[in-house]
C-alpha cells in the first residue's frame, strides 16, 4: 500500500533527479562558475531559492552529482562482473555499462573532467575511491582473461577504455546509438588487446 509519505518520498527523489541532471548540462555548457542557483532552478521550473529544499547550495549540488555517478558506475559493475557466467562474458557487460554511460551522460563526463576540483576535498576523496574501486572490478575481470598480463598493465588497459569511451561528449550526435554503440565496443576491445599484448 502506497502511503503519502512514501509518495512525498519518491516525488523528493525524481525531483533531486531532476535538478541534477538540469544542473550537469548547465555546468557543462557553461561551466561550474558560469551557473546559478537561480540558472539551475530556471531549468527545473521553480525559484532558486526553492532549490535549498533539496541541497544546501551550488557546491553540495555538484558534490551529490559526481558521487552519485561514481557510485552508480561501481554498483553496476559490481552487478554484472559477479553476475557473469564466465569473464568474457562479465567483460562484454562492464563494457555495456560504461557504454550506456557514455553514450547517455555525456554532460556528466564533461562535468566531471572539468569540475571535479571544485568538489571539497572530502568528497573528492570519496569520489576517487568509487572510480578506483570500479577500475578494480575491470582489472579483476581482466585478470582473468589475461592471467600472465601484469596488474598495472591491465589498469592501464582499462584507463585508457575509459578515455576512448568517455570521448562521446565530442562526438554525441554524429553516429545514431545504433551505430555507435557496436564501434565503441569494438574500438574498446581493440584497445584491451593492444595494451595487454604490447611488447
Given at each position: 500500500m502506497t502511503t503519502a509519505a512514501?509518495?512525498?518520498?519518491?516525488?523528493?527523489r525524481n525531483r533531486r533527479a531532476e535538478i541534477l541532471e538540469a544542473a550537469a548540462r548547465l555546468f557543462a555548457a557553461r561551466g561550474f562558475h558560469g551557473v546559478s542557483i537561480e540558472d539551475i532552478g530556471s531549468a527545473v521550473g521553480v525559484s532558486g531559492p526553492?532549490?535549498?529544499r533539496h541541497f544546501s547550495g551550488k557546491d553540495a549540488l555538484l558534490a551529490e552529482?559526481?558521487?552519485?555517478?561514481?557510485?552508480?558506475?561501481?554498483?553496476?559493475?559490481v552487478a554484472v562482473a559477479t553476475s557473469a557466467p564466465d569473464p568474457r562474458q562479465a567483460l562484454d557487460?562492464?563494457?555495456?555499462v560504461q557504454i550506456t554511460f557514455a553514450i547517455e551522460q555525456p554532460a556528466l563526463i564533461t562535468v566531471h573532467d572539468r569540475e571535479l576540483g571544485n568538489v571539497a576535498e572530502p568528497q573528492r576523496r570519496q569520489i576517487r575511491r568509487l572510480?578506483?574501486?570500479?577500475?578494480?572490478?575491470?582489472?579483476?575481470v581482466?585478470?582473468?582473461?589475461?592471467?600472465?598480463?601484469?596488474?598495472?598493465?591491465?589498469?592501464?588497459?582499462?584507463?585508457?577504455?575509459?578515455?576512448?569511451?568517455?570521448?562521446?561528449?565530442?562526438?554525441a550526435?554524429?553516429?545514431?546509438?545504433?551505430?555507435?554503440?557496436?564501434?565503441?565496443?569494438?574500438m574498446a576491445k581493440a584497445a584491451i588487446d593492444a595494451v595487454v599484448n604490447a611488447r
Open positions: 512514501t509518495t512525498s518520498t519518491r516525488n523528493r526553492a532549490l535549498y552529482m559526481l558521487l552519485d555517478v561514481s557510485s552508480r558506475l561501481r554498483e553496476s559493475g557487460a562492464l563494457l555495456n572510480q578506483r574501486l570500479y577500475v578494480e572490478e575491470w582489472v579483476t581482466l585478470a582473468e582473461l589475461h592471467p600472465a598480463c601484469p596488474a598495472a598493465r591491465l589498469r592501464a588497459a582499462t584507463h585508457a577504455v575509459f578515455g576512448l569511451l568517455n570521448s562521446t561528449p565530442h562526438s550526435g554524429e553516429l545514431p546509438e545504433r551505430d555507435m554503440r557496436p564501434l565503441l565496443h569494438a
